[in-house]
């Protein structure tokens, strides 16, 4: 079902005018409430589709049938009170479920009175009282909710007791990890993080003498880089961490200060007074959400979670439909885009037989040849609404630019980038036969690719046209000088038509990409990748340095789902090697690498000798491998084992573990280190895990986790739960104060402080199972070959920490399984689809892969192959060329050029032109600089 | 025989996961609709100052 | 108040100083309207033969920032 806008989208070009006027009111939810909005509104400044939109329960017009200001203040007419809902049936082959989470209300919570104190805020609130485009820009203060003017008699009184907040405190798990308050047992996973994260963008927002306190159970920041980023907000920003659950708050009704009481490790009662507490509120499943699984008939959990199985992480119990984001367990950013590519690759294998079925061919405009005509400017000069006009004087910089030298036709135009304005300047440069463009208006980084694109259509090529920035480097900045900003408005349209006078065509070069895929490590995530790359008709290279299939996994039990992984690995390796598509190199390394997106060619040893193999992309997938504990009498005694080695008693069913009274589990064996300050992610739930089977096997055994956290994050906190529940006693220690571990005859002796007794304990083991670290393979070598960066760990480095989870920044290479960072089974699987889903949209492409027009060239006729440029470019783009007419001259790959134009300006004979950029063009702005006299 | 599967897909949700995924699918040759309750996309993480752990904005 | 006589040519690298004044006129910062910004691919772009152009041209100061 369509729901009504009452704004015609084909009209609306979003100036706000409508908006100025309304006199409706209600709450801002993109502002997490804390300020109100007319009924009619965009979401938010940067929204996409930018267009207005009236909210009808609170619209006069469409409620009481009164005002209708909107539309005649409206200047394009777009306001239609008559729109009604639609309902649309689509067809479809498959569902992508990525319905979100609602932030969990804690209003019923009565204990932080969150519905009564105006100091105590949630951490969406926070978010946004922190955002430059929040309801205090960015500025933290108390009684945030209350209007920046108020006009209430009330909430002038209550505006006087505002403050900038000296003491700040957070308050962890609220609604997470909880069912006596509320019916949340899970844990949301991204609490820890974003309140540390609050925490350290309020003191730079605030200053230093801000003082922040999270209050937290255990810390949870198992993810990328996270726990560098913890340690750093405990010893380099000074945020504290206390470690104890606030039992209650109490507010000053003269000053709205809180005061908190609670417990700290000690086991002391701690009175304390804040001036704000951020209440950091967990992701709950909505119940429209929930409806939505009812309605399509999928299974979820208690919780609301879509169910899936850890093979297939992202396939929900009903074939065809696919879930992605925190509807699939709570996670954070990274995740989600992991998790989407994934489902993306699941839906396209699912209906890889009608791929390209129902896609639409752009339509071409065929390109006029202007090379050699003389300059016809066409200068367009965009108001903005009143962003430029308010500040620039328009039509005096439209007078003028008429006047410039080439330029046939100016015009003002109130929105350059609307609809309506793109249509009328292809008719104009049609009808004008115009053969450069220059558009005066915003920023050229966001909208330069829609004026290109309106060029294309005028058939005119897209690198014919100049942009110049009135807005963002004029009126925005200097509305206080009108004068001078015309002035300036002047100057920089004259620059720019200096500019556009000397531009020329020019060609994007069609990359060929080979449609072979290489996948180098033939672990999980590597076979995911190429099973799914080979069902989209892709032939795939799968290279192992073992003997066989499997890496890691082989060496694993059961997934925290209780899958049986050796079954599933067995069924996944067998898939593989019976797909026609799917060539296998057991025993072979790389040896080199040469090529560039598209067109690789790698060296493969096998069995000492070596092959060719060409390719268009790779995925790199190598692993990690598990740490060798230097510590805790490792390797001294065949009872103190890592947790690897327990699996395998478990898979072996080893008549050992029969014997065992009492068994130990020693946790971040050689995580969160100084040599290694990463957390391993996968060993809590794994210990947590085997504890259970341990206590499953004889619930007469003592079991003992020795933990520094436990990290049990999403839905795995059942597990913990459940470990608990079967009597499974977890002890913390402290990392300056270690458990000793004393091997001895008849058993092992771990003595530990612990903190809840506050005095030494030792417990009699039989079994001691470190939970060892995952290290990485740091393969020097092969992030050489294909120039991509690893971390102080060795870990792979994605192309963007939370938006390309699964690529590099070089082209055509993508990252999946534990190079990237340690992850279990089910996490492994989805970077090993979302690599394939990344790769996939570039293979796909095949046939319309361009480089950038705007790169360099060399004039053979200058070039004295002095080897300047070979050896500065960063991408090692220009090289000599080694046959021909023009041998020992430099050349320059198109593909691997970025166009930065470093080899242009080394060039000591001017040989080299970076087009678009070109020195003549430059010069010809700076000679424009000043009127011509 | 099987009935022929239609080479389109429904998305439901234009957050961030809704959005790659539909990127994703439209890129690599299927028909995509984006479903989305509000009036415009972008989801939670558009209502975000900075995300962790690079403090990178997240507009 | 910016001197009519003063003229700055910036030139700044598209990727982070041309996105940093963007910002600037996002966040309504202000600033004097002396400068006049040419934009170019990257600081590596830069040659001398700009630099000495825009003062033989009658530029008070070149700002080169990427």
């Known amino acids: ?933 | 025989m099987e009935s022929k599967k239609t080479g389109s897909v429904v998305v439901i949700g234009g957050g961030i996961s809704g959005m790659l995924s539909a990127l994703d699918l439209a890129n690599s040759g299927f028909y995509v609709y984006l479903v989305e309750k509000g009036p415009s996309i972008g989801g939670v993480m558009a209502q975000l100052d900075k995300t962790f752990p690079t403090n990178d904005c997240a507009m | 108040m910016a001197d009519d006589n003063i003229k700055i040519v910036s030139f700044l690298c598209n990727w982070c100083s041309y996105g940093a004044a963007d910002l600037a006129g996002v966040s309504r910062m202000e600033y004097p309207a002396d400068i006049r910004v040419i934009r170019i691919p990257c600081s590596g772009r830069m040659s001398p033969k700009f630099v000495l152009s825009a003062f033989r041209e009658g530029a008070d100061a070149v700002w080169v920032s990427g």
């Open chain 1, 1 to 933: 079902m369509k729901k009504p806008r009452y704004v015609r989208e084909d009209r609306c070009i979003a100036c706000g005018a409508c908006t100025e006027k309304c006199p409706g009111k209600f709450d801002d939810t993109y502002n997490a409430d804390l300020k109100a909005r007319t009924a009619i509104y965009v979401e938010y400044p940067q929204a996409v589709p930018l267009k207005y939109a009236i909210n009808p329960d609170v619209c006069l017009k469409l409620t009481k049938d009164k005002c209708g200001t909107c539309e005649t203040v409206c200047p394009a007419d777009a306001i239609d009170y008559t729109m009604t809902e639609e309902m649309l049936t689509i067809a479809a082959g498959s569902i992508i479920l990525a319905p979100g989470f609602k932030p969990f209300d804690p209003s019923r919570f009565d204990n932080y009175q969150y519905a009564n104190f105006p100091n105590v805020v949630t951490s969406m609130e926070f978010e946004r009282i922190l955002s430059a485009t929040g309801p205090t820009m960015g500025h933290v203060t108390t009684f945030p909710k209350l209007p920046a003017s108020p006009k209430k008699k009330k909430d002038k009184l209550l505006a006087q007791k505002r403050k900038d907040p000296k003491k700040i405190a957070w308050f962890q798990c609220v609604g997470s990890r909880d069912i006596n308050k509320c019916d949340n047992p899970y844990c949301s996973s991204v609490c820890c993080m974003y309140a540390v994260k609050e925490a350290i963008i309020a003191k730079e927002h605030a200053g230093n003498d801000l003082e922040c306190s999270i209050f937290f159970m255990d810390m949870r920041t198992p993810g990328k880089e996270f726990e560098k980023y913890y340690q750093n907000a405990k010893h380099k920003h000074g945020i504290n961490f206390i470690r104890s659950k606030v039992h209650s708050v109490t507010e000053d009704p003269e000053t709205g200060d809180l005061t908190l009481r609670y417990v700290d490790e000690l086991g002391q009662i701690i009175t304390d007074t804040y001036d704000m507490i951020v209440l950091s509120v967990g992701l709950e499943i909505s119940n429209e959400t929930r409806d939505l699984a009812k309605k399509l008939d999928i299974d979820i959990t208690s919780s609301g979670f879509a169910k899936t199985h850890s093979f297939e992480p992202v396939t929900t119990s009903r074939d065809g439909i696919y879930v992605s984001g925190v509807f699939n367990n709570p996670k954070d950013i990274p995740e989600s885009v992991l998790d989407a590519s994934a489902a993306a690759s699941a839906a396209g294998d699912y209906l890889a037989e009608v791929r390209n079925t129902l896609t639409k061919e752009m339509q071409v405009v065929a390109e006029t040849n202007v090379v050699g005509d003389r300059p016809n400017i066409g200068v367009f000069i965009c108001d903005c609404g009143s962003n430029i006009s308010g500040v620039v004087d328009c039509p005096d910089v439209t007078e003028y630019a008429a006047t410039l030298p080439y330029v046939t036709v100016a015009e003002e135009t109130t929105y350059a980038c609307s609809q309506d304005a793109q249509d009328k300047m292809v008719e104009i440069i049609k009808e004008k036969g115009l053969n450069r463009i220059v558009v005066a208006a915003c920023t050229p980084k966001t909208h330069e690719p829609l004026f290109q694109e309106t060029l294309k259509n005028a058939g005119l090529n897209k690198y014919l046209f100049e942009m110049t920035n009135i807005r963002n480097h004029n009126s925005w900045v200097h509305k206080n000088n009108p004068d001078i900003a015309t002035v300036k408005a002047k100057d920089l349209v004259r620059m720019a038509v200096a500019k556009a006078a000397l531009a020329q065509p020019l060609k994007e070069e069609k990359i060929n990409v080979n449609a072979s895929v290489m996948v180098v490590g033939g672990g999980l995530a590597g076979m995911t990748a190429a099973k799914s790359l080979a069902s989209q008709g892709y032939e795939t290279h799968i290279i192992e340095k073992k003997d066989c299939l499997g890496g890691e996994a082989l060496k694993l039990w059961k997934t925290a789902q209780g899958e049986d992984v050796q079954q599933e690995l067995g069924a996944l390796i067998a898939d593989i090697t019976s797909n026609d598509k799917i060539v296998v190199h057991t025993n072979t390394t790389l040896e080199g690498v040469e090529g560039f997106v598209g067109n690789f060619i790698s060296q493969l040893k096998t069995d000492g000798k070596t092959t060719a193999l060409e390719h268009g992309v790779a995925v790199l997938a190598t692993g990690a491998k598990a740490f060798e504990p230097t510590e805790y009498s490792f390797g001294k005694d065949d009872r103190i084992i890592r947790t690897l080695d327990l699996d395998k008693m478990f898979k072996e069913n080893d008549p050992k573990l029969d014997t065992i009274a009492s068994a130990v589990f020693i946790q971040c064996v050689g995580s969160r280190e100084p040599e290694r300050p990463y957390c391993s992610r996968v060993c809590c739930t794994h210990s947590v895990d085997n504890a259970i089977a341990l206590k499953n096997k004889n619930p007469r055994m003592d079991v003992f986790i020795l933990y520094r956290d436990i990290r049990t994050y999403g839905e795995r906190e059942l597990l913990y739960k459940e470990a608990r529940e079967k009597g499974v006693i977890f002890i913390r220690y402290d990392v300056e104060n270690k458990p000793e571990v004393k091997v001895e005859e008849d058993c092992l002796k771990i003595t530990l402080v612990d903190h809840v007794l506050n005095q030494p304990v030792t417990i009699h083991a039989d079994l001691l199972t470190l939970a060892a670290a995952l290290v990485p393979r740091k393969d020097e070598r092969l992030a050489n070959f294909f120039k991509v960066p690893l971390n102080d760990e060795g870990f792979f480095v994605e192309k963007h920490a939370k938006l390309g989870p699964a690529e590099f920044a070089t082209d055509g290479v993508f990252v999946a399984g534990s190079a990237h960072y340690p992850k279990p089974v089910n996490e492994a699987i989805t970077q090993g689809r979302a690599a394939a889903s990344r790769a996939l949209t570039l293979l796909a492409k095949k046939d319309n892969l361009f480089t950038s027009g705007t790169i360099a060239s060399v004039d053979v006729q200058k070039c004295t192959a002095c080897g300047v440029c070979v050896s500065i470019c960063p991408y090692n783009a220009p090289s000599f060329v080694t046959e021909g007419r023009f041998e020992g001259k430099a050349g320059v790959n198109a593909v691997l050029c970025k166009g930065c134009g470093l080899c242009v300006a080394s060039c000591r004979s001017g040989a080299i032109h970076l087009r678009g950029f070109d020195t003549n063009q430059i010069l010809s702005q700076i000679f424009a600089l000043d009127e011509v006299s």
